[in-house]
């Protein structure tokens, strides 16, 4: 049986009511439209909803056991409108994102705090990975949206260019004899390297820069975070491959320094990652916009 939701809409108010003028007042429709509805609601179930009386209808036995499973439908109906509500005007829901440690540490960190602040009923759910691992997490729908290095070469993928980052490599003052000096890349490799893991995109970037010019970069220390690579090249165990914003304030106060190469360093882009086929939540676009 396919009977119009609208139907039992008019069913509810004049239940809820008990009167076909204060449901037509509920509805903005005509009290004639209200008597309409229920007859055809009747007909179409071959029973009688309401008996008639001088100050408006009561329900029959047949329409209150009607009005028991239509008023749950109402109920939960009205709920989700209000959810809609709550979740277009941010006053709930959820923002789920991907990226890095570094990148969320040193770049989203910020704009985290500044959304929190903006939409304080919005729960933030943050999933570190490096970059195959957050497309995974994104193409999976366990985030909405993905913080990466680009390039990205992916035609599921929506990628919009952020921030640019410049890689460099930095030491501590066990190699001071290299404050002053520009390296050459076969004579950066007679010291040890300290680089991030194999799967990082700054990894890759490094190792494609180095074979680029016939050389292959071996490290010495491979690492899994950025704040240990930090922390290896202040305490001399090596020269690190970091982001140079990552270290400003170590660079600024002298516990790092940069080492020059004789040779240029490209500079790396940040993306913002969302799914082409998937429409963007509400949550996710406003943090897109906040990043700008």
């Given at each position: 049986m396919n009977?119009?939701y609208?139907?039992?809409?008019v069913?509810?108010?004049?239940?809820?009511?008990?009167s076909l003028?204060?449901?037509?007042k509920?509805?903005?429709?005509?009290?004639?439209?209200?008597?309409h509805?229920?007859k055809?609601?009747?007909?179409?179930?071959g029973?009688?909803?309401?008996?008639?009386?001088?100050?408006?209808v009561t329900?029959?036995?047949?329409?209150?056991v009607?009005y028991s499973?239509i008023?749950q439908s109402q109920?939960?109906i009205?709920r989700a409108?209000?959810?809609?509500a709550?979740?277009k005007?941010?006053d709930?829901?959820?923002?789920r994102?991907g990226?890095?440690?570094?990148?969320?540490?040193?770049?989203?960190l910020p704009?985290?705090e500044?959304y929190?602040?903006k939409y304080?009923?919005?729960?933030l759910?943050?999933?570190?990975?490096?970059?195959?691992?957050v497309?995974?997490?994104?193409?999976?729908?366990?985030?909405?949206?993905?913080?990466v290095?680009?390039?990205?070469?992916d035609?599921?993928l929506?990628v919009?260019e952020s921030?640019q980052l410049?890689d460099c490599?930095v030491?501590g003052?066990?190699?001071?004899?290299?404050?002053?000096?520009?390296l050459?890349?076969?004579?950066l490799?007679q010291?040890?390297?300290i680089l991030?893991?194999?799967?990082?995109r700054?990894?890759m970037?490094?190792?494609?820069?180095?074979?680029?010019y016939g050389?292959?970069i071996k490290p010495?220390?491979?690492v899994?975070?950025?704040?240990?690579l930090i922390e290896?090249a202040?305490k001399g165990?090596g020269?690190?491959?970091?982001?140079?914003?990552?270290?400003?304030?170590?660079?600024?106060?002298g516990?790092l320094?940069e080492?020059k190469?004789?040779?240029?360093?490209?500079?790396s882009?940040?993306?913002?990652?969302?799914m082409?086929s998937?429409p963007?939540?509400i949550?996710a676009?406003?943090?897109m916009?906040l990043i700008?």
């Open positions: 009977i119009n609208e139907l039992y809409k069913f509810y108010w004049a239940a809820k009511t008990g003028t204060q449901a037509a509920a509805l903005y429709i005509t009290q004639p439209s209200v008597s509805a229920i055809q609601l009747e007909d179409s179930f029973i009688t909803l309401f008996f008639r009386n001088p100050k408006g329900l029959t036995q047949e329409g209150t009607l499973y008023e109920i939960l009205s409108e209000e959810k809609m709550a979740l005007n941010l709930s829901g959820e923002l994102i990226g890095s440690d570094s990148l969320f540490k040193h770049y989203i704009y985290l500044e929190h602040l304080p009923g919005v729960r759910h943050l999933n570190h990975g490096t970059t195959p691992e497309i995974s997490f994104l193409k999976e729908g366990r985030i909405d949206l993905g913080v290095r680009m390039p990205i070469t035609p599921q929506e919009r921030l410049q490599f030491a003052p066990h190699y001071a004899e290299l404050r002053n000096v520009s050459s890349l076969e004579k490799q010291y040890p390297v991030f893991s194999r799967n990082s700054a990894r970037a490094i190792s494609e820069l180095f074979q680029s050389h292959t010495e220390i491979e899994g975070s950025v704040d240990l290896l202040r165990l020269i690190s491959y970091v982001t140079r914003e990552f270290v400003s304030k170590e660079l600024e106060e516990s320094f080492v190469l004789d040779v240029q360093l490209p500079p882009q940040v993306g913002i990652m969302t082409r998937m963007v939540s949550a676009v406003r943090f916009e700008g």
